[in-house]
């Protein structure tokens, strides 16, 4: 059986029923006392003394118990039941009836209501004892008469014990049991709160999610914005640059290369000397800005990187003799270090040396007084260059953010960079397996150091680094591949993408044999339109059974402007060799050359290219659409150099008023603009093949049709082309 302990709440409970017993007890007492007396009074006469008494006593107690019962309860229990017992006491003396001592059983259940069993079991010895007192000592009643009575009052108290008994048990199992429920109540309200608050924090979460949410689209948004911003701002800049710079480059071209144009004035030495410097930087600065239009267009992993052995100390010295001049007008001195024996290493020399310069340019830039050096020493595996200055600094918040594009850190200095040159030279550094790093101190000047590593090391180069053309002929054999195309744009494409091989273009079959009896190729790369030619040349020079041959439709800028209706394209800026090929591709001698560009000082170096090509032409000048149109319909040119991108009358307007005119039907039209990109990037209709005299293995066959599949799966843009491996004889 489960016990229950009697605690204080217990026995506040007890007190709590005590109190509303004696409440309910006492009047009643008190009536039934005072019915009695009546009763006695009037019925007994003789007994009137002892009613008053009995009635006073029970009144007078009833009363007082009554008055304590609030203050000191026990107290209260304590008189009404001596008031009771003394009342009952009293009537058991006066009348003489062994029944009256039954009266002590209704005394001893009241104690057994009021009190504890223990008092309940007091209470019965006392009722014996003064049942045994009064019956025998004072009525002389024989002791069987009192038997019954004090039968009845012992098992009064015996059940009043036993019923107590349970009675207490279920009252304290009841009272745990409310404290449980009680317990449990609080603690579900103290849970309540807390699921209370976590759904506040949920909902604040939430709040919190949905605003990271809308910033995220925001950002995302942003970035793609600040994307597009990065390529028109790319493009618009080099657009920019180049317009200016390819007159600097065909200027000094001219008056270095070809001073007879100016009227047979001769420049002294001195100057030739330094209008060389000028064109070479200049030309350095063009091919500059092509890699910024690459950096923008190529996606990334895919720079090509043209890597062969390279002497570091001349790539340093190019790099210093360049920035040189700037230095020293801004009264620095450029002090260059390095250690007597650098190791050839694996680079692409344009790269690195442009990461020179942008070092160098930047030290110069940001240094007003004192010195800038430039130092390279051999550690471990790598080199490892630094370029050091005594200028600004960067402020220490905001290094950071240095090597980060578009970031420029010197907010005084903004507008003098693009914020691309620590960017770009670090992207650069990596793509030959080093690393770049820079520290600074405000004050005191900056250095921004990158490695290098040697080609022995052959750990963090990567491995294309290492795949440099072999020479010409060599013990892994011939690595050299013969292009067959009318076209140098062509080659230009391959050497540019394609790793690994030096390309050699013949455009006629004589220059095609000569080249194949000086070495043997590796391969060889037919123009579709080069088919019969090829034959001839299979024919005059010994064509190996291994050697593939490849017919592929590689464009060239001269097919691109047949495409477009015109005679030729030239792509900006034009050289003056450009321009005499395209002269000689003509299919009549030109004697007059319209020139129409909205740039009039490049129509200006135009016009003098062409009389240095040829003094006895004829070049008539426009600088507009319009004037063009009309100068065109007055002379009737044999050609029309024109440029594409003009206000109001644009070339293409131009080339559709000239197809319309039968007047102009005999002019040619070569059109000049900027490298045509977005046609580099689109499908080419035509059909790659590959063919070997002594046919394929059926392993080679696998080989390269799987090569075939990943290379035209991996592509994003695969066009209409069609890879097909004719087995055996001739391409056809
Ligand atoms: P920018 O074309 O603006 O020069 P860079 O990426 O080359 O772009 O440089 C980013 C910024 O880093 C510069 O704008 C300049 O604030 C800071 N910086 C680069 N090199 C130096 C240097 N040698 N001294 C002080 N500040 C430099």
Known sequence: MRTYRHDGRTAQVLDDLVGDSLRVLLPTTAIL??????????????????????????LATTALSYLLHRRNLGLAVAVYLTGLTLALTIIATAFVSPALFFLYIPLLLVTAMLTGPGITWAMA?????????????????PLGQLLSPIVFVLLTALSAWLSSRRLFTALAWALSMTAEAQKNAEEARERRAEVRSILKSLEEAYVRLERANEALIFAREAAEKAYRFKAEFVANVSHELRTPLNLIVG??????????????????????????AIYRSARHLSDLINDVLDLSQIEAGRLPLRREPSDLGKIVGEACEIMRGLAEAKGLRLDVNLPPEVPLLCLDRTRIRQVLLNLLSNATRFTDCGWIRVSAVVDGDEVQITVEDSGRGIPADRMAHAFEAFSQLDEERAREGSGLGLAVSKRFVELHGGTMWIHSTPGMGTTVGFSLPLPQSGKAVPLTLLRTPAPLSGAQGPRWVLVLHDDEHAVSLLRRYVEGYHFRRADSVEGAVALMREAQPAAVILDSSWHDRWMQVADAADVPPHLPVL????????RLGLLM??????????????????????????????????????????ARMLTAIDPSLCVLEASSGAE???????????????????????????????????????????????RPVEQERAPILGELRLARVGGFTLSEILQLTEAALTGLTQSAAVGPAIASATAGGQPG
């Open 33 to 58: 006392t005072w019915v009695w007396a009546s009763v006695a009074i009037l019925a007994i006469e003789a007994r009137v003394v002892h009613g008053l008494v009995v009635l006073g006593l029970v």
């Open 125 to 141: 010895l006392v009722a014996i004892v003064l049942t045994l007192a009064i019956g025998r000592g004072v009525h002389t009643l």
């Open 251 to 276: 200027f000094s071209e001219m008056m270095a290369t070809a001073p007879e144009s100016y009227g047979g004035t001769l420049l002294p030495n001195q100057y030739r000397g330094d209008v060389m």
């Open 551 to 558: 017919t592929s439709p590689l464009p060239g800028l001269h």
């Open 565 to 606: 209706g015109a005679a030729d394209y030239l792509a900006k800026p034009v050289t003056r060799e450009d321009l005499a090929a395209a002269l000689a591709r003509l299919p009549r001698p030109a004697r007059t050359v319209l020139v129409v560009d909205d740039d009039r000082h490049l129509v200006r170096l135009l």
């Open 628 to 674: 063009g149109l009309q100068m065109a319909r007055s002379q009737r040119p044999d050609v029309v150099l024109l440029d594409l991108l003009m206000p109001a009358v644009s070339g293409f307007d131009f080339m559709e008023e000239i197809k319309g005119d039968q007047t102009l039907a005999e002019t040619s039209v070569i059109i000049m603009s900027a």
